[in-house]
T-cell receptor, first 113, second 113 residues
Framework: AQTVTQSQPEMSVQEAETVTLSCTYDTSESDYYLFWYKQPPSRQMILVIRQEAYKQQNATENRFSVNFQKAAKSFSLKISDSQLGDAAMYFCACGGSNYKLTFGKGTLLTVNP | DSGVTQTPKHLITATGQRVTLRCSPRSGDLSVYWYQQSLDQGLQFLIQYYNGEERAKGNILERFSAQQFPDLHSELNLSSLELGDSALYFC????????????FGSGTRLTVV
């Protein structure tokens, strides 16, 4: 079984600033992978970034990067140079060999101009 | 456009009724997943199909059923609907059954009145 916890229901950031969203997880799997998904008001679930647990190097995708701390079971998302279009609900998710993703409750990110 | 097509986008129906939600996976993807997103439960995995066969089952009620057809599209059938079934239902697809690069559709918003 997997659990994913996002302890920040809401976060806000000024445009062009940096923000970090927190996520902790628990899994009994040895081979698992982690995701951050973005859900804007359009409600589409958009994959932001993914990380496979066996990789020590933190994933990066343009302005998005993660801090993966395997021993601490922590997987935070850093958004640099925040843009108005980054405003959305962000979900952390964990997947393993049982094929399904377990999602956290989400963090609502507001970007202030 | 993610390539995963869900119809209808919105559905309003009465309690006790039955509805069918349809999903066409991204071209080339063989695996289809169904998720339910509600305010109280968050995003929950319902069921997965791979190349026509059921592969994994999550928190899916007995009143719900699904199938994947030879052309790989999938249908989620919800019957004896209750007010609590009101939610956003997502379909997602991947090439392989492991779900490591999941692409989501835009969802079907079901409202039970």
């Amino acid at each position: 079984a997997q659990t994913v916890t996002q302890s920040q229901p809401e976060m806000s950031v000024q445009e062009a600033e940096t923000v970090t969203l927190s996520c902790t997880y628990d899994t009994s799997e040895s081979d698992y992978y982690l995701f951050w998904y973005k859900q804007p008001p359009s409600r589409q679930m958009i994959l932001v970034i993914r990380q496979e647990a066996y990789k020590q190097q933190n994933a990066t995708e343009n302005r998005f990067s993660v801090n993966f701390q395997k021993a601490a079971k922590s997987f935070s998302l850093k958004i640099s140079d925040s843009q108005l279009g980054d405003a959305a609900m962000y979900f952390c998710a964990c997947g393993g060999s049982n094929y399904k993703l377990t999602f956290g409750k989400g963090t609502l990110l507001t970007v202030n101009p | 456009d993610s390539g995963v097509t869900q119809t209808p986008k919105h559905l309003i129906t009465a309690t006790g009724q039955r509805v069918t939600l349809r999903c066409s996976p991204r071209s080339g993807d063989l695996s289809v997943y169904w998720y339910q997103q509600s305010l109280d439960q968050g995003l929950q995995f319902l069921i997965q199909y791979y190349n026509g066969e059921e592969r994994a089952k999550g928190n899916i009620l007995e009143r719900f059923s699904a199938q994947q057809f030879p052309d790989l599209h999938s249908e989620l059938n919800l019957s004896s609907l209750e007010l609590g079934d009101s939610a956003l239902y997502f379909c997602a697809s991947t090439l392989t059954p492991e779900g490591r690069r999941m692409t989501f559709g835009s969802g079907t918003r079901l409202t039970v009145v």
